[in-house]
């Protein structure tokens, strides 16, 4: 089982709908990220949160510490926001470093 | 740009050739990081260097060779790579382990095919 567990996998949905994507994590953190993966591979950093809530326009970061989770909204969906979505975790073990979720595929449509 | 950027974006390669990968970046960062994105599998962590130095070498095949000359440059090295080692591989940075406001900045990467 992975540290760090997405879902859905992948998500199709129309433009204008509300989108949630989910994280749940099994390991002590020191932040957790949102990361955005378009085709081509770069990786833009969404959120990084270590508690609470954060919002970026249409975007909004929660974390739950005591439930090990995290959710992803997008508002007003729009094509533009296809992409692939990623959790990842900043923990300790030797180096500070990130572990990734697999990633959560989402295709809004027109 | 994100402010780390990475040459070449694409490269193919046969199992015998020696190539390099390169990665600069002018944040500031004293971090910098390789990872490997492999088709259908999270991102893995390859090497971590901390202010110039190699801290994590997270089980990887000596056919891959880090090298960070300076704070803003880091290089992998690959020789006599196998098939299955294509994938795209990306670089980052971070202040601190991505604990400052920053996080993490991340490269677009470099999209590998081993022939």
């Known amino acids: 089982k992975n540290e760090v567990e997405q879902s859905p996998q992948n998500l199709t949905a129309q433009e204008g709908e509300f989108i949630t994507i989910n994280c749940s994590y099994s390991?002590?953190?020191?932040?957790l990220h949102w990361l955005q993966q378009h085709p081509g591979g770069g990786i833009v950093s969404l959120f990084m949160l270590s508690s609470g809530k954060k919002k970026h326009g249409r975007l909004i970061a929660t974390i739950n510490i005591q439930e090990k989770h995290s959710s992803l909204h997008i508002t007003a969906s729009h094509p533009r926001d296809s992409a692939v979505y990623i959790c990842?975790?900043?923990?300790?073990?030797?180096?500070?470093?990130?572990?990734f979720g697999q990633g959560t595929r989402l295709t809004i449509n027109p | 740009e994100t402010g780390v950027t990475q040459t070449p974006r694409h490269l193919v390669m046969g199992m015998t050739n020696k190539k390099s990968l390169k990665c600069e970046q002018h944040l500031g960062h004293n971090a910098m990081y390789w990872y490997k994105q492999s088709a259908k599998k999270p991102l893995e962590l390859m090497f971590v260097y901390s202010l110039e130095e190699r801290v994590e070498n997270n089980s990887v095949p000596s056919r891959f060779s880090p090298e960070c000359p300076n704070s803003s440059h880091l290089f992998l090295h690959l020789h006599t790579l196998q098939p299955e080692d294509s994938a795209l591989y990306l670089c980052?940075?971070?202040?601190?382990?991505?604990?400052?406001?920053?996080?993490?900045?991340f490269g677009s990467g470099t999209r590998l095919t081993v022939v």
């Open positions: 390991v002590g953190i020191s932040a």
């Open positions: 980052a940075s971070s202040q601190d382990g991505g604990r400052q406001g920053g996080g993490y900045t």
């Open positions: 990842a975790v900043s923990i300790r073990r030797g180096a500070q470093k990130l572990v």
